[in-house]
């Protein structure tokens, strides 16, 4: 059988390949957009945090689908004139809104690499696998989890969270559940955590199967930290009226605030009811890397998994999310799936099993580990715990510049690196609003919003390596413009802001 290309035979020809015909050429173009991206951290101070994307920059991303090709430098252009100026932001020192690393050159680079070798991390035998085998096993050193122990690289932590409580069904149904569905008895079984956990846990039990009445929202107490008297009793309550708890959900900084539950007393509670303990640690965890504020998380050790993102407190780019599971059999059991074409050998390129395919759902897995070996290889966990210490440091010092302002008022206490308050003001909640979003369109600082007890909050999240006192200050001098300009007022306020710069052509 003869097989056609088009109106002729198949043949090979250069113009055929994705491959450049001028490798000089790329080379070229690629040196300038890594010179650029270089330049873009390094000078990254010197742009708005963050900028509305103007109408006519949101027109050009409907355009058709492309059926002719461009030239790369043109397409790099567009990149740079009309995606780089309108970014979310997190890689600048004043981007407090959200709890999201900044990233850093190193980690840019690895990430690069990793692209160039394009390895699928789903299984064989090949040395980017034993790369995430290696941060696995670091992982797992800094937990203090045994030997047998298992991880695996995801997306993030609502990923991972997601993973875990699918990881504590099988361990409670066994693995006909796979086969079979959660059925009468799964019906039964409940999960528990705090009112101040992440929504991704109530997510997790909908899309295991559960559905979110199957998880228990305990009652905080005045540190925002789960009630464990109350979760006992509603263990007890939930036994007697004939259901089987099942899953505890434990936070180790909690979205709002940061705030770290009572680890130790949570997982002596766990293993006297024999319960699955989870930790979601998404940045949190880390801090076990700065001896400051490991002691806080005492009893994480004996967790049966924990959940974490290396892309916040660790500044690996995004996406590195993680999942660390105390007993590897269980988690295997959870998820691999056997298969012809997933057949493992002794020798070759299907030697090496196990393979991280059966620790997870995914099959086409990238090189995630890559960035995050190189960001602990490079700077080492003494720096990396020292970065985290210091932002929690600079969320003291905007504590204490708040209290010193008689305008405005700390709404929670400052536990890690999160600090939520408001400026006071009749009407505070449109007011405090109206102020974030001021500040955003500004370009000075990018914090965000959060409502504790009915109070709107003005709340910053300190993740960023960069950010300094000089980024606090700025901070606390808008919100005290803008505030004065809308309790004066009681207005919208204009704000001329200057366009981002373009990345240099």
Known sequence: MTIVLREGPLRS????TLDPQNWDDVRAQGHRMLDDMLDYIANIRERPVWSPIPDHVRARFRAELPRQSSDLGEVYREFADHVVPYATGNVHPGFMGWVHGGGTAVGMLAEMMAAGLNANLGGRDHMPVEVERQVVEWTRSMFGFPDEASGIFVTGTSMANLMAV???????LGQPVRQHGIGNEGALLTAYTSKAAHGCITKAMDIAGFGSNALRSIAVDQFHRIDVAALRAQISADREAGLKPFLVVASAGTVDIGAIDDLAALSALCREQKLWFHVDGAYGALGILAPALAPRLAGIENADSIALDFHKWGQVPYDA?????????????AFSAPAAYLRRETRGLAAGSQWPCDLGPDLSRGFRALKTWFTLK???????GAVIARTCALAGYLEARILAEPQLELLAPVQLNIVCFRYRAADANEVNGNIVVD?????IAAPSTTVLDGQLAIRAAIVNHRTDTCDIDALISAVLEFGAQRSNSGAGVVV???PSPPLAM
């Not at 699918?166 to 409670?172: G, H, Q, S, Y």
């Not at 490079?378 to 990396?384: D, R």
């Not at 500040?439 to 370009?443: D, L, V």
């Open 439 to 443: 500040i955003q369109e500004s370009g």
């Open 13 to 16: 020809e250069p113009s055929e």
């Open 378 to 384: 490079t700077y080492g966990t003494e720096k990396l």
């Open 321 to 333: 999310g993680f999942l660390l599971v105390r007993d590897g059999r269980q988690h295997r059991d």
């Open 496 to 498: 001329n802001v200057e």
């Open 166 to 172: 699918l990881v504590a069904r099988t361990a409670a």
